[in-house]
């Protein structure tokens, strides 16, 4: 007698459950979305005073940059000169990999691929945004976030010629990342729960 019963009432329930939802009587929920709040592209800060101390951001950045692809940790914060560094504010990381070997290469593009990529809202370099990065160079390119990180050919301003510019200072030994002071901090939404915030 039973077995009638159950399936009366299977039947019920499969019947009533369309409208149910569209009256709004259930809601069903999945995981959640990632924040509807993201950052916008970062302007350029350049260094403004000696500073050198590795910063909660970019250090968490160095640590995970490791973790996630390979390569090695390079430099964060730099003894202080006469030149404008970000590295002597303690908010640019230097993720050592070598654009001569298959491994470095790939490696780094699957960096920029990740970084890079619209979120599922279809916003661009989400992840690079949500990180504060203000540029990126690497072998003889320069993504800057105020170009859309669009890559543009990079010489450094010690190099007069390519060809006799350093495997270092033409960065392809290493990938160079800037902060914003906000990312640098770990004040931006990718390091939320990952890092103590702090303030400028």
Not at 7 to 25: D, F, K, T, Y
Not at 100 to 126: I, N, S, W
């Amino acid at each position: 007698m039973l077995v009638p019963v159950r399936r009366a009432l299977r039947s019920l329930v499969s019947g009533l459950l369309p409208v149910l939802l569209l009256a709004g009587a259930f809601t069903v929920t999945g995981t959640a979305p990632a924040g509807a709040a993201i950052e916008d592209f970062a302007h350029y800060q350049p260094e403004e005073r000696c500073s050198p101390k590795a910063k909660p951001g970019a250090a968490y950045l160095s640590g995970w940059l490791v973790r996630k692809y390979g390569g090695g940790r390079g430099r964060v914060g730099a003894a202080c000169t006469s030149s404008i560094s970000e590295h002597q504010e303690g908010r640019a990381v230097d993720w050592s990999n070598d654009a001569t070997t298959k491994a470095g290469r790939k490696r780094v593009k699957a960096f920029l691929k990740d970084v890079l990529a619209e979120d599922h809202r279809e916003r661009p370099a989400a992840k690079a945004r949500r990180m504060g990065i203000m540029y990126i160079i690497w072998n003889d390119q320069m993504y800057a976030a105020w170009r859309g990180f669009e890559p543009t050919d990079y010489l450094s301003s010690s190099c007069k010629r390519k060809k006799k510019c350093s495997k270092t200072l033409r960065h392809r030994d290493h990938v160079h990342i800037s902060l914003s002071r906000q990312g640098g901090f770990g004040n931006t939404s990718f390091y939320e729960g990952r890092v103590v915030k702090k303030k400028k």
